[in-house]
């Protein structure tokens, strides 16, 4: 199934599914605030919002305008304890995405009321070059914030993380300057080529952000802590793809996971003849299995030549590996998954965090090489 049909048949039944009942959405609403899970690492976590302008190219979408715009949230240790906990987002976004993504009965409000765990622009901890940087891209039409729980628990085990908004991909991104800016490539996204052109416009995002993180004039104040040797990138359906694309743009980008994303160009695999030798994970829903339904990752997982592994979480569907299937229990509503989704959470978590530390820090990860007793739903498809 192309992605723009697969997000729209399975995430607005997922999120928007919040609406059927519109009564359990309005009354779980009413008694309890959505909420992330507590990360699970020893550091407390920061949040902190940049601005970044790419004069070098044109947007994609907008080729009127002659810059390339992102509004990036970086994630981070801090020693702090306490602080003004990060907006998951504004109401005005909230709305904005409730409008564009057409869920009726739902509060327009609903995602600026999230719980989070991050303090906003709370210093930085840690020693010079010595913090891995992860970068996490969402899936198509989605915000940054909807890979929060997984980025405030990658930092608070130790981990730099730079969660990108692509801009004119989703319905509702603010700047600085009060500006708020649409779905601009949603206006295009019938036509078949459309997803090779988003994954290869999202690598280029994704290295323009490594280089105003690593280089020498840096945007954030601590590119200090980042180790620019160490980077991961991790994404969720089209920022999964996405994270190919980058790996195979970027020679920066160490080790690299795709969450649940058809990697369907409408041509040829993103993957070059020479293949892709840095170490890779597919991880999905059963969907994905090999021989199922998304024959495009059997290709993908044939041009990666080095370390790999396909893993499949039973009882999973897309959203799943995102917040969205933690808000849609909250609320009472059935997105077909039989793994709940703090569950799924804690599995997507663990994986992702596994997949880093082998390859960035160089420690064992069991749980990568053979099926865990902690994790039966977890099958390790392939490996090598």
Known sequence: MGETRRWRAVVVAAVAGLLMPATAVTAASASEPLHLVAPTGPHQVGATELYLK???????????????????????????????????????????????????????????????????????????????????????????????????????????????????????????????????????????????????????????????????????????????????????????????????????????????GTTDTGGDSMIPAAGLARPFLLFGSPDHASGGRDAWWDKDWAGMTGWKRWITVAGTEHASFTDLGLFADQLGIDIGATTPGIRATEITRRYNRAMFDKHLRHRPQAILNAASPRFPEVAIVARS
């Open 54 to 260: 790419d004069t070098s190219r044109a947007d994609p979408w907008v080729p009127e305008q002659n810059a390339r715009e992102l509004m990036v949230t970086l994630w981070y240790p801090t020693r702090a304890r306490h602080g003004t906990a990060t907006e998951y987002l504004s109401a005005g976004e909230s709305r904005l995405m409730v409008e564009g993504k057409r869920l009726t009965g739902v509060d327009p409000e609903i995602f600026s009321t999230v719980r989070t765990y991050a303090f906003v622009d709370a210093p930085p901890a840690g020693r010079r070059h010595s913090l891995p940087l992860i970068v996490l891209s969402p899936g198509y039409t989605q915000p940054r914030a909807t890979l929060s729980a997984l980025a405030e628990d990658l930092a608070s085990h130790g981990y730099v993380v730079a969660g990108v908004d692509h801009t004119y991909e989703t319905h509702a991104i603010t700047f600085p300057d009060g500006r708020v800016t649409g779905c601009a490539a949603c206006e295009q996204d019938g036509e078949r080529p459309f997803f090779g052109k988003l994954y290869q416009s999202r690598a280029a995002d994704v290295s323009f952000v490594i280089d105003r993180l690593t280089g020498r004039d840096p945007a954030w104040r601590g590119s200090r802590l980042i180790d620019a040797s160490r980077i991961g990138m991790s994404g969720h359906s089209a920022g999964g793809a996405s994270a190919i694309a980058a790996m195979v743009r970027d020679p920066r980008i160490d080790a690299g996971i795709d969450m649940d």
